[in-house]
């Protein structure tokens, strides 16, 4: 006699091969569903939905860079539209049209994880730019106020401007190392094994380090970024490609260093049309961190 199983109060006749079909669409099921872990996992929480700016806060400086007297436009007031959700190439973006400095921000502070996202610069220029390389910026470990001397918060940044991709620029009294090497035009460019240099504003050292690779594609072409930020390491790279590699990430707190390792993300406006796409974050372990850093 075969054996019976009840589902809704029908008997159903269980055979061997209705058997052998249960257990297929079961392990079918354990395995899609595996994939779609390590799918989510891969590709990490999106920071952005697609049709607006929820999640994001904007900061915008005022509108004539020349003009001193002139008030910020502050927290959340965007007359001209400087950030807005657009389609381009067939998927939605983040358009930062350049016009007004100033950020896009996450709400949210992050620590210990992996954010990536993809941009293309635009067309459009602004003055006081329009004769210098088109220019954003990826600000991350960001903690105080907007509307500084330095505009931006205090945070250390991803450089996101053509041809230097990858550079790293201490956005006010921020400190990290790197190991790096004096150029002919004596600026430091980083380099695995080189020594280790502390930058810091006002020091002999500065507050910026180039890049240890260009790997920017032409412009008009979607980039991608990576950044690992765990403790106080930061890796930078660009299309799969590491070209700076941050340690002991810090901050002057009423005279002290102290560990900067947490913050929020902010994007700069800074004169020049660009489109950011696919913004994610996932956390991540130490070992996560990419190999050979």
């Given at each position: 006699m075969?054996?019976?199983?009840?589902?809704?109060?029908f008997f159903i006749p269980l055979t061997y091969s209705t058997m052998r079909f249960i257990l297929l669409l079961c392990c079918v099921s354990v395995l899609t569903a595996k994939a779609f872990g390590q799918q989510k996992m891969g590709h990490g929480t999106s920071l952005f939905n697609g049709k607006d700016l929820?999640?994001?806060?904007?900061?915008?400086d005022r509108p004539d860079q020349n003009n001193k007297d002139q008030a910020p436009l502050g927290l959340n007031n965007d007359p001209n539209k400087v950030f807005s959700v657009v389609i381009e190439d067939g998927e939605p973006a983040i358009r930062i049209s350049g016009e007004t400095f100033g950020a896009v921000s996450t709400l949210e502070s992050f620590g210990n994880y992996h954010l990536q996202l993809q941009f293309k610069w635009g067309k459009q220029k602004w003055a006081p730019k329009l004769d210098q390389p088109r220019d954003s910026g990826l600000l991350f470990h960001s903690v105080g106020d907007y509307g500084s001397s330095f505009l931006w918060k205090k945070s250390f940044e991803f450089q996101v401007q053509e041809g230097d991709c990858g550079d790293y620029w201490g956005v006010m009294d921020v400190?990290?190392?790197?190991?790096?090497?004096?150029n002919e035009?004596?600026?430091?460019?980083?380099?695995k094994g080189a020594e280790r240099i502390t930058f810091r504003?006002?020091?002999?050292n500065g507050r910026t380090?180039?890049?240890g690779l260009d790997n920017e594609l032409k412009s008009g072409e979607w980039n991608t970024v990576d950044l690992y930020c765990f403790g106080g390491t930061a890796v930078h790279m660009i299309n799969g490609k590491i070209n700076m590699v941050l340690t002991n990430t810090r901050h002057m707190v009423n005279g002290k260093e102290e560990p900067l390792v947490r913050g929020q993300i902010?994007?700069?406006?800074?004169?020049?049309?660009?489109?950011?796409?696919?913004?994610t974050v996932e956390p991540i372990t130490l070992n996560m961190l990419p190999k050979g850093i």
């Open positions: 075969d054996n019976i199983i009840v589902v809704k109060r929820t999640g994001w806060e904007t900061y915008l400190l990290a190392e790197a190991e790096a090497f004096k035009q004596g600026k430091y460019v980083y380099k504003d006002k020091t002999p380090c180039l890049k902010q994007i700069q406006s800074e004169g020049a049309e660009v489109f950011y796409r696919n913004l």
